[in-house]
């Protein structure tokens, strides 16, 4: 995953982004946006940049806006991939955060989410995020998972998810190329226990859906078909699952 389109138009961080806070959660320093009276969370992992992100925090306030409890954890520990820093390239930079160790990270978050009473809970992932994203999905650990242009997924992997799952893919991706997408689509095709669906966005790159540019109104509107696609996934699947699950404590009194 090392190259120039894994790290093309890397974000201009900004730790006041956004219009939710900076707080403790499971562990990590988390972007929170939405309140969780809500009932209902997604929490959105990053691709290497980190939760910093602008174009992130915004698509953390517009999930948000439409119901949602809203988590974007720091995943990195406050050491984000810096593209310009030659002594630390990305191979080496990964060591130091694996997406395995995002899993165990992203354990502690769930668990303190459920605590204030969240009863359904999604997870969408960016290129790196993404393979954290789908091990969740495949330990049940949510009700609906969202990959968008995912990096170190594979076919396995999505032979192994256990919950609601949508792919979301680049016409132009060397990390996800359309052959392995076709894949991705043939699995989710075949699991008739698991709703999922593949969509491949024509003439956009590895990262669009959050390192795009603002003045393109191309690529912005690209990046906003995907964020509707995400909402309606969540829609679809935690919305419906949380109030069930809402609904059945109610019942019981509890």
Known sequence: MSGPQCCSNPPTLNPSAGAG?????????????GHPDSKLAIILISDV???????????????????????VPDFFHGDPFVYENADRPLPVWLKDHGTDKGFEDAMPVIEAVKNKGISGVGAAGFCWGAKVVVELAKSELIQAAVLLHPSFVTVDDIKGVKVPTAVLGAEIDKYSPIELLKQFEEVLAAKSEVDGYVKIFPKVSHGWTVRYDVEDEAAVKSAEESHQNLLEWFDKHVKRVGNVKLERRLSSGL
């Open 49 to 71: 940049f980190g939760y910093e992100a602008p174009n992130l925090r915004k698509l953390a306030d517009k999930v948000a806006a439409a119901g949602f409890y809203v988590v």
């Open 21 to 33: 806070y900076v707080e403790p959660l499971g562990g990590l320093s988390s972007y929170v946006s």
